[in-house]
């Protein structure tokens, strides 16, 4: 049962435009969501994270919205950069489960010069 | 700051073998999560540890094991190895934000690779 789902496996962006990464999640109990980037041989790296009382933040060219009734989560990485280019998962904070995070399958992003 | 770190960075064993993997949470953090990511997925939760207590396992079997050290430091133990324990595994830390009813932004270790033949 995949209760974080990332349905786009790769994105290819030029550089300077808009990158969107999307992901949809199935539990109403998810309270707290968090996206990560990831290079090849390194751990995840924490990016950006909303609160479940939100439905937007921000931070310097990452923007993170979030629709509740929808139940869908998007990065949207403006302008976008070459050195951007990794894994990029979202994870979700299940309310009062011991901050167990549950993630995504992750959407590899490439950023063309 | 020193972040998370982990050791060792890699490491080959066979099956029915059993593994110690160790992690440093970052300093100022309490509470340290293990991960297992297989080839192609994203990390999945095995336990969480705060303050030398398991808080919240998984849906991994008993032969993974863990511990706290008053350091807050951590180690994952996996015993009876078999094929597809082979993964990366993933230390994170965090301040334990969500035992005080808040969000917890977990920091990961960059990870030990684990080969198991």
């Known amino acids: 049962d995949q209760q974080v789902k990332q349905n786009s496996p790769s994105l290819s962006v030029q550089e300077g435009r808009i990158s969107i990464l999307n992901c949809d999640y199935t539990?109403?109990?998810?309270?707290?969501f968090l996206w990560y980037k990831k290079y090849p041989a390194e751990g995840p790296t924490f990016l950006i994270s909303?609160?479940?009382?939100?439905d937007k933040n921000e931070d310097g060219r990452f923007t993170v919205f979030l629709n509740k009734s929808a139940k869908h989560l998007s990065l949207h990485i403006v302008p976008s950069q070459p050195g951007d280019s990794a894994v990029y998962f979202c994870?979700?904070?299940?309310?009062?489960?011991?901050?167990?995070?549950?993630f995504g399958q992750g959407t590899e992003l490439s950023v063309k010069p | 700051e020193t972040g998370v770190t982990q050791s060792p960075t890699h490491l080959i064993k066979t099956r029915g073998q059993q593994v110690t993997l160790r992690c440093s949470s970052q300093?100022?953090?309490?509470?340290v999560s293990w991960y297992q990511q297989a080839l192609g997925q994203g990390p999945q939760f095995i336990f969480q540890?705060?303050?030398?207590?398991?808080?919240g396992r998984g849906n991994f079997p008993p032969r993974f094991s863990g511990l706290q050290f008053p350091n807050y430091s951590s180690e994952l133990n996996v015993n009876a190895l078999e094929l597809d324990d082979s993964a990366l595994y993933l230390c994170?830390?965090?301040?334990?934000?969500?035992?005080?009813?808040?969000?917890?932004?977990?920091?990961f270790g960059p990870g030990t690779r684990l080969t198991v033949l």
């Open positions: 994170a830390s965090s301040s334990g934000g969500t035992l005080r009813g808040g969000p917890d932004t977990q920091y």
């Open positions: 540890y705060y303050r030398e207590e398991e808080n």
């Open positions: 994870a979700a904070s299940p309310y009062n489960q011991g901050g167990k995070l549950i």
């Open positions: 539990n109403s109990m998810f309270d707290y």
């Open positions: 909303i609160s479940s009382i939100k």
């Open positions: 300093s100022g953090h309490n509470t």
